[in-house]
């Protein structure tokens, strides 16, 4: 692949809302890097760093502005020409993903995003793992909030356990200090999920090709909790977790397991809530988001008029600095399995699981501090790593391509405590 690119980092998208807290910390996080941002306004690209800098204090009127658009199949190649990686900023994926990395698999540029749809993950992988792979080119999703403390802290608990695992339960818990405010997700996110939920039957035949090879039948099985539960750690009351972390968890076990012959373990991601009535709350949005998103009309209204379907919790302005500051979240482990390690993947466990182990990865932020944080660390990684980091699959999500042992924890730690 050739390097000599004029910056080494262009993030794209830069001035809508994960797109700009993206530029606030690549101020610090690429500070002896060269990077730019992109766009299709010129007048909102010097916006948005006159912006940030005055947040930060610091001058960036010389940060290079591109101008791209992603209805213009010419001006995305001329993006991606002009640097080694693409941040990718610019959703839902599902509409705009696609021509950004057919960009940069053209101009054999790294590409990372921050997409937890299911279609545009598996599907992407699936039509290009084999024209990147044969670019020696990067093209990394779930770079944000989902998934890497899931998976990486799936990972993580596997190398504590000192044996073999079976299953992980993962429980996520977040508060905020001081005043609630209404709007904490922000409308991209929110429309991202209308367009995944609308089309996740799309995921199953998807997965029938991408996923030929079958897995090995482990046991023992580890089942669904009902819907509403209480948590075994904390007594929280608890609801099956909707975002792409299982997925996420799953396709990195599958990696592991055809190329470590490792014995892939099972996963089941949750949530949890300070109280019932708050609980039922979230349940009764989530039934009417799930019957409107069936229908042409109803994903209509859902995109036209968030704040009214989400009883405020979506705003096309997103959460404001300080109720984003005060936002802390825990991601609670307990994985069970054996100290007795067999031959083979294949082989089975003829005693129960004697061995529970817990973990526990925790921050600030995690929808849109700690995403961005990781994202552009992400991109960094692969600057630094370059071959040196594990090939796996060409379109996986951050776990697989970069280790642990390469991702920038000391950069992390200001976000994520594990």
């Known amino acids: 692949m050739n390097m000599a690119r004029k910056l080494d980092v262009i993030i794209f998208g830069a001035s809508g809302f994960t797109g700009k807290y993206a530029v606030l910390e690549s101020i610090k996080l690429l ?114 909030f989902d998934s890497i403390p899931a998976d990486m802290g799936t990972v993580f608990l596997e190398q504590q356990f000192d044996g073999v695992v079976n299953s992980v339960e993962s429980y996520i818990v977040s508060k905020q200090k001081g005043r609630r405010e209404l709007g904490a997700i922000h409308y991209g996110t929110w429309a991202s999920a209308v367009h995944a939920i609308a089309n996740m039957h799309e995921v199953g035949e998807i997965r029938r090709k991408l996923f030929a090879k079958k897995m090995p039948d482990v046991k023992p099985k580890l089942p669904e909790r009902p819907v509403l539960h209480r948590s075994e750690n904390g007594n929280k009351w608890s609801l ?43 349940s009764f949005v989530g039934a009417i988001f799930w019957m409107m998103v069936k229908t042409n009309f109803g994903r209509q209204m859902l995109l036209n008029h968030p704040k009214l379907f989400s009883f405020g919790m979506v705003s096309h302005e997103g959460p404001s600095d300080e109720a984003m500051n005060n936002t802390q979240f825990a991601l609670y482990f307990e994985g069970r399995g054996w100290e007795e390690k067999l031959a083979s993947p294949e082989d089975k466990y003829t005693t129960p699981p004697n061995k529970v ?62």
């Open 31 to 144: 500070a002896d890097m060269k990077w730019g941002i992109a766009g299709r306004s010129q007048n909102k690209m010097q916006d948005i760093l006159k912006e940030i800098g005055e947040k930060a204090k610091t001058d960036l009127s010389h940060v290079p502005i591109v101008l791209a658009d992603v209805n213009n199949q010419d001006s995305l190649h001329s993006m991606a020409r002009d640097c080694r990686v693409i941040v990718n900023c610019c959703g839902p994926y599902r509409l705009y993903g696609e021509p950004v990395l057919k960009a940069c698999l053209a101009e054999r540029t790294h590409h990372v995003d921050v997409s937890g749809e299911p279609q545009f993950l598996e599907g992407m992988q699936l039509k290009y793992h084999e024209a990147a792979k044969e670019k020696g080119i990067y093209l990394i999703s779930a770079c944000g």
């Open 240 to 282: 099956p977790f909707q975002g792409a972390d299982r997925s996420c968890v799953a396709r990195t076990q599958r990696f592991f397991y055809e190329t470590e012959n490792k014995r892939p373990l099972q996963m089941r991601a949750y949530i949890s809530f300070g109280g019932l009535a708050e609980a039922l709350a979230v």
């Open 357 to 418: 182990i817990r973990t526990k990865v925790a921050g600030t932020n995690p929808g849109y501090g700690a995403t961005c944080v990781a994202l552009v660390l992400c991109a960094r990684t692969i600057l630094q790593g370059g071959r040196k980091i594990a090939w796996k699959w060409w379109f996986p999500h951050s776990r697989r391509s970069i280790r642990e042992d390469e991702f920038d924890h000391r950069a992390m730690q200001e976000w994520v405590r594990v």
